[in-house]
């Protein structure tokens, strides 16, 4: 089964990559911070900081381990470390640091429109094009751990069960999994 990750900004601290930190360390034309199609930035990445708040009330809330924003996955060490061996060569995993803490960017470059795996009986889109159910040919997806589609402008990331399943048993902290692939989380 495939799941579609989301922050849980319920309960815990969302993250986000300034503008103004990415063109201090990655050059005034990189748009690492706005670009969402897969694209590889290991050849000149910089560490940058990683900022989180809370984006959903006044309450104090923890940092989580795992963390998605704009296409992107955060990994805390110790997510990274529980996770490093199940990601596969579709992703790339860039130092970044909050604080003094050290953290990992996942940028996931696997795309199942690249693998022909858009279900589309399954997709649909209304009259103002926006999607509305999200499916995949599970098989053609079957390979990679983590993946994005052009379906969402890139924007959300999937999983595979067993990836899933590693984050839980490791209860890992700060993400919902969704079966409704096309849905965002209350």
Same mark, same amino acid.
């Given at each position: ?67 998605? *924003? $704009?296409?992107?996955?955060? %990994?805390?060490?110790?997510?990274? +470390? &529980?996770?490093?061996? #199940? !990601? ?39 009259? *103002? $094009?926006?999607?509305?159910? %999200?499916?995949?040919?599970?098989? +053609? &997806?079957?390979?990679? #751990? !983590? ?40």
């Amino acid at each position: 089964m495939i799941y579609r990750i989301h922050p849980n900004v319920k309960e815990y601290l969302h993250f986000l990559v300034s503008a103004d930190e990415v063109e201090a360390k990655l050059g005034e034309g990189c748009r690492f911070h706005l670009e969402k199609k897969p694209k590889s930035y290991l050849d000149t990445w910089k560490p940058l900081e990683v900022e989180f708040f809370n984006n959903y009330d006044s309450k104090p809330k923890p940092q989580p381990d795992i963390s998605v *924003w $704009n296409g992107r996955l955060y %990994l805390s060490e110790k997510a990274y +470390k &529980v996770l490093a061996e #199940a !990601l596969d060569g579709g992703s790339e995993v860039l130092p970044v640091t909050c604080g003094r803490e050290r953290g990992y960017l996942v940028n996931v470059l696997n795309s199942a429109d690249t693998v022909d795996a858009i279900n589309s009986r399954l997709t649909v889109r209304n009259e *103002w $094009n926006e999607l509305v159910s %999200l499916g995949f040919d599970d098989g +053609k &997806v079957s390979d990679f #751990a !983590l993946f994005r589609t052009k379906q969402d402008s890139y924007r959300g990331i999937y999983c595979s069960e067993k990836v899933k399943d590693l984050i839980e048993s490791s209860d890992l902290s700060g993400v919902v999994f969704a079966v409704d692939l096309a849905d965002m989380p209350a």
